[in-house]
């Protein structure tokens, strides 16, 4: 009775088998798939961030030599090669403000678009759209100035956005929405901030409200 048993549960599994297998040998191999191309995926990110961590410290110290060559290079392959990572986001910020330094406005506006498309960090984020919003000054393109410095961002940033409006006010030429824009960055600024004197040097200079 008992070999009689076992054979029918070794048929019962054949049948099964017979039916079920190829549908069995999919999933596990579709399973054995995606676990590998999970861990290769993972492999991937951590050798593309160790790289550009690489290439990171490399532009750092072109940044301290202020060889605006170097940095130059340096954020183009992190951009180029790593656009993933965010290094690359950093590396053009940097890269950016030698542009700038440099005399090719041009360049670095380009860079901080690329920045704040692609930025997923808030602090690099917000830096950039302020360095934005200054070159827009420079082009007297006053209104996406403006809308880059309303557009929201960390309380940290307050005083450095509201001083910059205040500026693009300035040169429209807005003297009550400067006062305004001036007050509210030395509202917003450390007291034992050297740059709060300054801002109040350019609201002084306005004379009173009228």
């Given at each position: 009775m008992i070999d009689l048993?076992?054979?029918?549960?070794?048929d019962a599994l054949k049948a099964w088998?017979?039916?079920?297998?190829?549908?069995?040998?999919?999933?596990?191999?579709?399973?054995i798939v995606t676990v590998a191309g999970i861990q290769g995926w993972r492999v991937y990110q951590s050798n593309q961030a160790r790289q550009a961590a690489a290439m990171y410290s490399q532009l750092?110290?072109?940044e301290q030599a202020k060889d605006t060559k170097k940095i130059r290079d340096a954020a183009g392959q992190?951009?180029?090669?790593?656009?993933?990572?965010p290094y690359a986001a950093r590396a053009a910020l940097i890269s950016a403000r030698a542009n700038y330094e440099s005399g090719d406005a041009?360049?670095?506006?380009?860079?901080l678009e690329w920045v704040v498309s692609h930025s997923k960090e808030a602090p690099v984020l917000d830096?950039?759209?302020?360095?934005?919003a200054g070159i827009l000054l420079d082009e007297k393109n006053f209104v996406e100035s403006i809308k880059l410095l309303?557009?929201?961002?960390?309380?940290?940033?307050?005083?450095?956005?509201?001083?910059?409006?205040?500026?693009?006010?300035?040169a429209q030429g807005k003297a009550e929405e400067a006062r305004k824009a001036y007050s509210e960055a030395i509202q917003k600024t450390d007291e034992k901030s050297p740059f709060?004197?300054?801002?109040?040097?350019?609201?002084?200079?306005?004379?009173?409200?009228?």
């Open positions: 048993e076992e054979q029918e549960q070794v088998w017979k039916q079920n297998g190829k549908t069995v040998i999919m999933a596990v191999s579709v399973f750092e110290n072109a992190l951009i180029e090669k790593y656009a993933s990572t041009k360049s670095a506006k380009a860079q830096m950039a759209r302020l360095r934005l309303n557009t929201k961002h960390e309380d940290t940033y307050d005083g450095l956005y509201a001083d910059l409006l205040g500026d693009v006010m300035v709060r004197k300054y801002i109040q040097i350019k609201l002084d200079s306005l004379g009173e409200a009228k």
